[in-house]
Nanobody
Framework: VQLQASGGGLVQAGGSLRLSCAVSGRTFNMYTMGWFRQAPGTDREFVAAINWVSATNYADSVKGRFTISRDNAKNMVYLQMNALKPEDTAVYYC?????????????????WGQGTQVTVSS
């Protein structure tokens, strides 16, 4: 399984970005997909996850602003980010895991993409 994240960039505070993650593999629809982020000098942190029946889970810091979705026909997962804040600045990673729940734990995700930079200016 290979993951390719894209869609990052530079945006002003209050703006929006949509991240995409393309996933190779024939069993994409069975994976839980997650988005994580890592700012310089910090640990990787959970952002959002969506499981095989599209149950979702969000970090408190992004609830109401970010939306995770998936398109099983296209092997794609998305992260729509609205009302962006400077503290959302980080490298964003998509991940795939063989877990039923939309987990926030990094250790349940087996496959990771290379990351895409999101920078929010104040």
């Amino acid at each position: 399984v290979q993951l390719q994240a894209s869609g990052g960039g530079l945006v002003q505070a209050g703006g929006s970005l949509r991240l995409s993650c393309a996933v190779s593999g024939r069993t994409f629809n069975m994976y839980t997909m997650g988005w994580f982020r890592q700012a310089p000098g910090t640990d990787r942190e959970f952002v959002a996850a969506i499981n095989w029946v599209s149950a979702t889970n969000y970090a408190d810091s992004v609830k109401g602003r970010f939306t995770i979705s998936r398109d099983n026909a296209k092997n794609m997962v998305y992260l729509q980010m609205n009302a962006l804040k400077p503290e959302d600045t980080a490298v964003y990673y998509c991940a795939a895991g063989n877990t039923r729940a939309p987990s926030e734990r990094t250790d349940v995700y087996n496959y990771w993409g290379q990351g895409t930079q999101v920078t929010v200016s104040s």
